[in-house]
Structure formats: C-alpha cells, structure tokens
Nanobody, 119 residues
Framework: QVQLVESGGGLVQPGGSLRLSCVSS????????MSWYRQAPGKEREYVAR???????YYADSVKGRFTISRDNGKNTVYLQMNSLKPEDTAVYYC?????????????WGQGTQVTVSS
C-alpha cells in the first residue's frame, strides 16, 4: 500500500523557517521524481519544487532562493527547507511522487501539512 506522510508544518512568523518532511512507503522511492505543491485557501494547487531521480532540482520562481528541496533515498524521504517565509507562503503543502514517463493520474499524493506564516 502506497503512503506519503507529510510533517513539519506549523505557525511561523514572517522571515522564519520551517522544514517539511515527506516519508514514503509502498513503492521504490529512488525511482520516483518527488515534488512539493501547495494550495492556499480559495486558490488552485500550485507547483513549488521537484527533485528528480538524478538529484537535479527545479523551483517555482516564487520560492527560488528561499526554499531547498532534497531527498534521502535511504530513508524514503523528501524534504523542503523553507527560509525567509512570507505570509503568501501560507498554504497546505503536499508531496507528490511520480515515476518518470508516467501519466499525471498515476502520481501518488500525500494528505498535506498546513503552513501558516503570520505575526
């Protein structure tokens, strides 16, 4: 059974930092591209960052230079280090796993973790 479980969210002041984790099971983690997405209230889910099987990384312009995605294949875990947080980063953050070359509907998703940036 496939599971992706996010953790690490919470309430943080503007300018602060959080580190999200997504622990995966039920599939061969090292063969999957891992991504983070987020969804703010009343908005569409949007792409944040991804890390490929060859460890190459890509970021949305809105988070470039502030967020860092990484993975530990030995722990089946993907991380999102978020620095210099802004109120507009407030959202539910989801991790996604997809095998390269697969159709979008074949992706696996976690249940999300809430991040709130507020003073």
């Amino acid at each position: 059974q496939v599971q992706l479980v996010e953790s690490g969210g919470g309430l943080v002041q503007p300018g602060g930092s959080l580190r999200l984790s997504c622990v995966s099971s039920g599939f061969t983690f090292s063969r999957y591209t891992m991504s983070w997405y987020r969804q703010a209230p009343g908005k569409e889910r949007e792409y944040v960052a991804r890390i490929a099987t060859d460890i190459s990384t890509y970021y949305a312009d809105s988070v470039k230079g502030r967020f860092t995605i990484s993975r530990d294949n030995g722990k089946n875990t993907v991380y999102l280090q978020m620095n210099s947080l802004k109120p507009e980063d407030t959202a539910v953050y989801y991790c996604k796993a997809i095998r390269p070359g697969s159709a979008p509907w074949e992706a696996y998703w976690g249940q999300g973790t809430q991040v709130t940036v507020s003073s």
